[in-house]
């Protein structure tokens, strides 16, 4: 196992930038390309039915569990740099959130009354996510440590080996349940191999933790994941319209046209993750000159991803995603409008995100919440109404709007916030 680890780590400091931009990029790109393909294949092998209800599981409920198990703490933990809270700390504390996902998990599907199949599903999606949430406890560190190419590596392999799991288990037997018990038993076989083994072999991690250290850091971080959990809720409030007004078929046409948004989310991620250590430093120096330099350069990267991805969505979206799904095509061949407010949606999600980093970094947790109580009332109102009036226009509507209202949110209390840090700088507080 040493000689395993010693592949993965690699401390040359003369490529440690490279790799680190490298390994992120891949494992970024690697993780949104399988969570793409993912429903694609599932349609495709089992049905438009099936199809909708791992859409459901996979990217809506699951993913609202992985962010109980996330509660928020990666921005913290990485922009941690005074090491503030040990590993030891920040572990435990994922263990915690992590057993509360999966009895939240279990609470909410017997509270819905699925059927058999989509209850075992959705649980099982659930348990992957939250070993998913688990190991970014992990990753958190190696990036906090100055080694994000060790977090790129564990995203890469850990999906390369479930999903390639879950695919060769669902294509052999058409078993949505049993390819998805596969696929978890695979994660956790990942996260041992790429993460628990790794971090034991590191120098310089502190493995010991007090009682006293957890209750501080939830304290601290308690803010940043109801601010995640309303966050995915409002991004995912038109999939649970969908799922408990529309039929599962609509659920995976919906899933369909969804899916290039990860595209920008993925490329913007690319440009922001490696950034957050500079942003951090900078804003602790009180340099806001090269804070503000990043922001801008950052912001304008990800308008010309939107205008890119918005001109391609309205002439070759339809066309593309109809090859890509072909049993759906008939359903799709209407949902062109849709598609083009989804994708223009994704693009002020990813502004969202740059100035939500930005205010995490400025130590303004509850201004976000703030920020985050505001649009979630809203997307309680109208997500359910839209669906019903308007079917997958009215929730790719809803969702356009939502994304419109947190990037303004987000990027007025940025402003603010900048204006106030150059306003305490100047007068040395």
Known sequence: MEKFCACLINDDKATLERRNMTWNMLGSFLYAFASMVLTMIVVQLVGDEQGGIFTFAFTTFGQQMFMVAYFGIRPYQITDVENRYSFGEYLHLRILTSLAAILIGIGFILAQGY???????????????????????YEAEFQRGGRLYLTGKSNAFRTVLSVGSFFTSLYLTRDLVFAAGVAVAAQLAGLFLFDVSVI????????????????????????????VFLDFYIFSAAKYAIDRHMSATSMAVYGAIF???????????????PFLTKLSLAWETHDHRTFI???????FVILGLTVLAVAGAALLGIPVISLLYPNLRKPLAACRLPLVMIILGGGFNAWMNLFYYSLVIMKRQSTIFAGYILVCIIAAEISGPAVIRAGLVGGAGSYLILMILLALCFGMMTLTGLLTGKAERKNGI
């Open 115 to 137: 059927s058999r199949q989509k209850s075992v599903v959705v649980f099982l999606m659930v348990c992957y996510k939250v070993i998913d949430g688990f190991a970014d406890a």
């Open 200 to 227: 034991r072999v590191l120098p310089n991690v502190n493995w010991n933790w007090k009682i006293s250290g957890c209750r501080s850091l939830i304290r601290s971080c308690v803010l940043l994941f109801l601010s």
């Open 259 to 273: 899916m290039p948004t990860s595209v920008i989310n993925l490329v913007a991620g690319f440009v922001i993750r």
């Open 293 to 299: 330099g990043v922001i801008r350069m950052i912001f």
